[in-house]
Every structure is written in C-alpha cells, then in structure tokens.
C-alpha cells in the first residue's frame, strides 16, 4: 500500500485556464464598463425623472 500518490500533472490545464479566462477579462473589461456606465445613466436619469415627478406633482407640475 502506498502512502504518496504521483504527483498529477494536471496543473498545466489550470494554469492554461487561469490565463484565458485572465486575457479575456482583461479584452473585455473596455466594453464591460462602458455597458456599466450606460446601465448606471439610465437609472440615474430614471430617478431623477421620478423624484422631479414626485417633489413637482404638489406643486401642480
């Protein structure tokens, strides 16, 4: 009965992996804040136009 097992060389897989997914964050990470940004504009800008609906409908806007 053996107590050590081999080593697994599997670790090249991960490493490969741990590159990719690396190299694609860094490509995409451009267009994933702009998409961000957009998304935040719009919620801003939706309320705005809530809170200016609320604060002006008591004054008869």
Sequence with gaps: M???EP???G???VA???LIV???VLLLQEAMARA???WL???WV???DILFRILGAPLGG
Aim: glycine share 8%; no cysteine.
């Design 46 to 48: 939706a309320t705005v």
């Design 41 to 43: 504009a719009g919620v």
């Design 36 to 38: 961000l940004a957009g």
């Design 22 to 24: 690396f190299a694609s």
């Design 11 to 13: 670790w090249r897989f």
């Design 16 to 18: 490969a992996l741990i």
């Design 2 to 4: 053996r107590t050590h």
């Design 7 to 9: 080593p697994r060389h």
